[in-house]
């Protein structure tokens, strides 16, 4: 299916009619768009909903408007994946930037002291309603990672679980400050789609120690984990090292 790229005002009209219940109209657009606060003419919306309509996107019902197709569809989805690659790649010099990840590996190192109390007290603890908690955040991980969409929400809700079920409240806390200070796990999401890093095993992992309620094991699941990312960022970084000349700032022991 040949998909076109579209601009940002393109993108929106498209959403805007796949969210219509019925079939919609140029002026209804630019209604709309004023609601939005963006001022366009009617006859700017014509020839945008033509161009959409002669690439597949959109189909008329006639006297009624126009209404999305499976094609459009489509072309919403794979616009929005452009533009996250376009994002990332607007933004490489900061994701290889040495001071970076630096911070990125303390933040690391941090989380590795704290969470593997975190989950060792949470396989102790741990309820079943909580176990359940985790279980669907695990499947909407899993999910999306299939269907190739972020999952940087979801990681950070498994993580936050886990601390909630130590249930120790220090703790809980100190994970919460690292994931706000640096723990950067859309940048993360970024590097391990640039390495081709597994995602998901790990967290099974973790999960099925808690669920069995076995603390050496939960422990080392998660230990295994954040060596795993430390691992992934440092297989980055060098890989960014060949690609760009720069100088290697830190190894890792």
């Known amino acids: ?67 999305i197709t499976e094609k459009g569809l489509r072309a919403i989805i794979l616009n929005k994946q452009l533009k996250n690659m376009e994002f990332y ?6 994701y290889i930037d040495p001071k970076l990840l630096e911070d990125f590996l303390a933040v690391l190192e941090a989380r590795r002291t704290v969470e593997r109390g975190t989950a060792r007290l949470a396989a102790q603890r741990v309820t079943e309603n909580e176990l359940d908690a985790m279980e ?19 990681d950070l809700e498994f993580h936050k679980a886990i601390a909630r079920a130590s249930r120790n409240p220090i703790l809980e806390l100190m994970y919460y400050q690292l994931a706000i200070m640096g723990q950067q796990s859309q940048t993360f999401e ?11 095993v790990s967290h099974r992992r973790i ?17 295994a984990h954040i060596d795993s ?19 290697e700032v830190r190894s890792e022991g």
């Open 229 to 247: 990312l430390v691992e992934d960022v440092n297989k980055y970084w060098k890989t960014c090292l060949n690609a760009t000349g720069l100088k």
């Open 207 to 223: 999960f099925d120690a808690l669920r069995r309620r076995d603390a050496d094991e939960a422990e080392a699941a998660m230990l």
């Open 89 to 94: 790649q607007s933004n490489l010099n900061k």
């Open 1 to 67: 299916m040949n998909i076109k790229p579209l601009d940002e005002k393109e993108l929106l009209i498209l959403e805007m009619i796949s969210e219509a219940a019925d079939p919609i109209g140029s002026w209804q657009i630019v209604n709309r768009l004023a609601d939005e606060h963006i001022e366009t003419s009617s006859a700017t919306i014509g020839r945008i909903l033509n161009k959409l309509e002669n690439l597949g996107y959109l189909q008329k019902e006639k006297y009624r408007g126009r209404v």
């Open 190 to 200: 970024y590097i391990r789609k640039k390495i081709n890093s597994a995602y998901m």
């Open 136 to 154: 669907e955040i695990l499947q909407l991980q899993e999910n999306s990672y299939r269907e190739d969409k972020p999952i940087t929400f979801h």
